[in-house]
């Protein structure tokens, strides 16, 4: 499982540190993809396989379904680690994230998400928790 929040930045050719945390789930070869809300998500393979499988029963006849696997599948990309522990982010998924230099790796369970630093801070200012904590009670998660 994946968890906390690490800085980082993308240098000129596109490379970004994977924090060590995440490395040791992730192995030395994962999937990126566009992400929700702006970001990339990034995906163990095991737990990318078992997305890819759900996204591939969807219903051929049932045109958001078809633009929902579009999104993700043609949107993702294999990585894989250097001896320094980046990845080479291609330029489609920066420009689609907004990524250009500060950006901020977030653990959310099953996966990781990256966004620009900005993105990021934005997000965080926009929340609030007690409308969000009601939502989920709705969906039957009590804290």
Not at 9 to 38: C, H, N, Q, W, Y
């Amino acid at each position: 499982m994946f968890m906390s929040e690490y800085s980082h930045t993308i240098d000129a050719k596109g490379r970004l540190i994977i924090p060590s945390k995440f490395r040791e789930t992730l192995g030395d070869e994962f999937v990126v993809s566009k992400g929700m809300d702006g970001c990339l998500f990034v995906y163990a393979n095991a737990d990318w396989n078992a997305f890819e499988q759900k996204l591939t029963s969807l219903p051929l006849t049932n045109k958001q379904a078809r633009q929902f696997a579009r999104f993700f599948l043609a949107g993702a990309a294999s990585v894989e680690l250097d001896k320094q522990g980046r990845i080479l982010l291609p330029a489609s998924l920066r420009e689609f994230a907004g990524l250009d230099k500060d950006v901020v790796l977030v653990g959310v369970g099953s996966r990781i998400e990256i966004w620009s630093k900005e993105k990021y801070e934005e997000i965080g200012e926009d929340v609030d928790m007690d409308d969000i904590t009601e939502s989920m009670e709705e969906l039957g998660l009590m804290i």
